[in-house]
């Protein structure tokens, strides 16, 4: 079965410095990867998503991921964040055998400073 | 392109009463799911439809939840005899399984069991 670990529960950052949130997966076959976001009260919106090809993955806002397979991870990335960026991350897997169910870690709470 | 859209948002109950959401998919997804939300962690896979077959189901969802997608279109999720521990987020998601397997997620179903 596949598992999904996010170690981070919060971070915070300051508005303008750089972001990494960490994703660590358990997947027997190829997986496929996602970031979403949440915001409070709101459903998910999907970040970015690897299948296949190019490990380094650019998405919306400016973020990127970059899918290490000997690390099993696949985190998230940006440059620059911003006062909007605060909101809830989850890292997920898709099983690819059986109708990408997804799994999702237990999320990353991201705080920014002003 | 509405998007995928949850009814009621909100569904606040007293302990024994049954409770039904309703999904309405993205208009062309074939495959639909259902994500159970509790607060601080992430979503937990329920269940999935391929058109109107549910293909799979979660060790989660117990005997009083039932699903349908009788056409293929939207989905109801019920939940006979609500108990305390039923109280979460119940989250749709949609896809199609002829595309990039992403999932597109509703903004979710609130219930709260008094």
Redesign the interface.
Known sequence: AQS?TQPDIHITVSEGASLELRCNYSYGATP?L?W?VQSP??????LL?Y?SGDTLVQGIKGFEAEFKRSQSSFNLRKPSVHWSDAAEY?C?V?A?N??????????TRLMVKP | DTGVSQDPRHKITKRGQNVTFRCDPISEHNRLYWYRQTLGQGPEFLTYFQNEAQLEKSRLLSDRFSAERPKGSFSTLEIQRTEQGDSAMYLCASTSSKGGYEQFFGPGTRLTVL
């Open positions: 999904v496929y996602f979403y009260g709101q459903g998910l919106q999907l998503k299948f989850f997920a898709g690819s059986a109708g990408n169910m997804l799994t999702f870690g237990g999320g």
